[in-house]
Structure formats: structure tokens, C-alpha cells
Nanobody, 119 residues
Framework: QVQLVESGGGLVQAGGSLRLSCAAS????????MGWYRQAPGKQRDLVAG???????NYADSVKGRFTISRDNAKNTVYLQMNSLEPEDTAVYYC?????????????WGQGTQVTVST
């Protein structure tokens, strides 16, 4: 059974940085593309960044140049480095296995980690 545990969120001022981590278990982690998604209050959950098994990356336009996704297959962990944070980045952040060109989330969601960016 796949388990995804996100951590690293918190409260930060605009312009600050955070690094999120997602530890995965129950899968052959290195074989899967992974994605970070976020959901703000009243909005749908959207892809923020994705990384393929081979390390190719994809970003939402709103975070390009500010966020960096990476993975450590030895630790079964995917990371999201978030710099130059903006209040609009406030959301609950989730990771998931990502399938296909649409980066469709393929597993049950974890609890997520809250990111709050203050002005």
C-alpha cells in the first residue's frame, strides 16, 4: 500500500523560502514520476511541479524560476524547494505519484503540509 508523508510546511514572510519533503513507501519509488500539488481554500488541487523517473522536470507557470523539484531515490523522497514565496503560494501542498502527460495523481493523498505566506 502506497503511503505518502509530506513535511516542511510552515508560516513564512513573503520573499522567504521553505523546503518541503515527501517520503514515499510501498512503491518502487525510483520507477515513478512524482508530483507536488497544492490546494488553496476554495480552489481545486493543481500540479505545481513534477519530476520524471529520469529526472526531467515540469513546472506550473506561476512557480517557474522560484520553485525547484528534486528527488533522492535512495531515500524514497521527493523535495520541493520554494524560494521568493508570495502570498498567492499559500495552500496545502501534497505529493503524489504522477501518471501520463497530464501528471495525473495516481495514489491516495497523504495529509499534506500547510504553507502560509504572509505579507
Amino acid at each position: 500500500q502506497v503511503q505518502l508523508v509530506e513535511s516542511g510546511g510552515g508560516l513564512v514572510q513573503a520573499g522567504g523560502s521553505l523546503r518541503l519533503s515527501c517520503a514515499a513507501s510501498g512503491i518502487r519509488f525510483g520507477y515513478y514520476a512524482m508530483g507536488w500539488y497544492r490546494q488553496a481554500p476554495g480552489k481545486q488541487r493543481d500540479l505545481v511541479a513534477g519530476i520524471t523517473a529520469g529526472g526531467n522536470t515540469n513546472y506550473a507557470d506561476s512557480v517557474k524560476g522560484r520553485f525547484t523539484i528534486s528527488r533522492d531515490n535512495a531515500k524514497n523522497t521527493v523535495y520541493l524547494q520554494m524560494n521568493s514565496l508570495e502570498p498567492e503560494d499559500t495552500a496545502v501542498y501534497y505529493c503524489n505519484i504522477a501518471r501520463g502527460s497530464s501528471w495525473y495523481p495516481a495514489a491516495n493523498w497523504g495529509q499534506g503540509t500547510q504553507v502560509t505566506v504572509s505579507t
